[in-house]
């Protein structure tokens, strides 16, 4: 499958994302969407989904709420928002582009498939959307830098969409937590692999005495990631760019085990 320029010409851009329509990192998405002219439609989810993954909500109805000139809001998983815009909100004229984000935090290593910005962009590709998952990573909740994805976000956006990527791929791209003129320019990464300490486990006991725990991740590594990751091209202070598959496929063990399993 080759690679297709994606047309920016009065593009129809559908954004959401996993924070909730609220989120600031929703807002600055629409500005970096409206930089890119032409139409911009928002559906989001009602509420926060961080971690939702590839989920569908099937147990419970899906409830859409207008929240502006074309802004839908969800109470249901990225993925619903996904299904929804382009299986009703948006059925008449389908989107050009979908844009998932500005998640609050990277989206880097095994968050991939955990995180439900990526999932929402995993969507759209099958939806046969070209789709991109954005993300700013940083280090204190209190101060993201969030300037650095709304200044380069359209410039990384056009660049992709200039060169295009196969229908069966979905792009990633995290914004490294520096401010906006310190970015080092745009680097293509592989997935990453954390590192199993940066894992939290935080145990609490509730007002009856019962245990409770959050999970969570640490900001700052115990080790340097390896280079050409997505962890240590933001770690670098650069954009860092990650075309995702979606055949989750492992070539080498297929064809290893078809001489085994095949003849029985």
Same mark, same amino acid.
């Given at each position: 499958?080759?690679?297709?320029?994606?047309?920016?010409?009065?593009?129809?851009?559908?954004?959401?994302?996993?924070?909730?329509?609220?989120?600031?990192?929703?807002?600055?998405?629409?500005?970096?969407?409206?930089?890119?002219?032409?139409?911009?439609?928002?559906?989001?989810?009602?509420?926060?989904?961080?971690?939702?993954?590839?989920?569908?909500?099937?147990?419970?109805?899906?409830?859409?709420?207008?929240?502006?000139?074309?802004?839908?809001?969800?109470?249901?998983?990225?993925?619903?928002?996904?299904?929804?815009?382009?299986?009703?909100?948006?059925?008449?004229?389908?989107?050009?582009?979908?844009?998932?984000?500005?998640?609050?935090?990277?989206?880097? @290593?095994? +968050?991939?498939?955990?995180?439900?910005?990526? $999932?929402? /962009?995993?969507?759209?590709?099958? #939806?046969? &959307?070209?789709?991109?998952?954005?993300?700013?990573?940083?280090?204190?909740?209190?101060?993201?830098?969030?300037?650095?994805?709304?200044?380069?976000?359209?410039?990384?956006?056009?660049?992709?969409?200039?060169?295009?990527?196969?229908?069966?791929?979905?792009?990633?791209?995290?914004?490294?937590?520096?401010?906006?003129?310190?970015?080092?320019?745009?680097?293509?990464?592989?997935?990453?692999?954390?590192?199993?300490?940066?894992?939290?486990?935080?145990?609490?006991?509730?007002?009856?005495?019962?245990?409770?725990?959050?999970?969570?991740?640490?900001?700052?590594?115990?080790?340097?990631?390896?280079? @050409?990751? +997505?962890?240590?091209?933001?770690?670098?202070? $650069?954009? /860092?760019?990650?075309?995702?598959? #979606?055949? &989750?496929?492992?070539?080498?063990?297929?064809?290893?085990?078809?001489?085994?399993?095949?003849?029985?």
């Amino acid at each position: 499958m080759t690679d297709r320029p994606i047309d920016l010409r009065n593009p129809r851009i559908l954004v959401t994302n996993d924070d909730g329509i609220h989120a600031p990192g929703l807002a600055v998405l629409e500005r970096i969407a409206a930089e890119l002219g032409g139409e911009v439609w928002v559906v989001a989810p009602d509420t926060e989904q961080s971690g939702a993954s590839h989920s569908l909500t099937l147990t419970m109805p899906l409830r859409i709420r207008e929240d502006g000139a074309r802004r839908f809001a969800v109470r249901g998983t990225p993925t619903d928002c996904v299904m929804m815009a382009v299986n009703h909100i948006m059925k008449d004229r389908l989107p050009t582009l979908l844009l998932s984000g500005v998640n609050r935090g990277g989206n880097l @290593g095994e +968050d991939v498939t955990y995180s439900g910005t990526i $999932a929402a /962009a995993m969507e759209g590709t099958l #939806l046969k &959307l070209p789709s991109i998952a954005l993300s700013q990573t940083y280090l204190d909740r209190d101060y993201v830098t969030w300037e650095t994805a709304a200044k380069h976000g359209a410039s990384v956006i056009r660049k992709l969409c200039a060169v295009g990527w196969p229908e069966d791929v979905l792009i990633n791209v995290n914004f490294p937590n520096v401010e906006p003129d310190q970015v080092v320019g745009i680097r293509l990464a592989t997935q990453g692999r954390r590192d199993l300490s940066e894992l939290m486990i935080d145990a609490r006991v509730d007002a009856r005495g019962q245990p409770y725990y959050w999970l969570g991740f640490r900001r700052q590594r115990e080790q340097k990631a390896p280079p @050409g990751t +997505d962890l240590a091209v933001v770690d670098r202070g $650069a954009i /860092a760019v990650t075309p995702l598959h #979606l055949d &989750l496929t492992h070539g080498p063990t297929l064809a290893a085990m078809a001489s085994a399993l095949e003849d029985q």
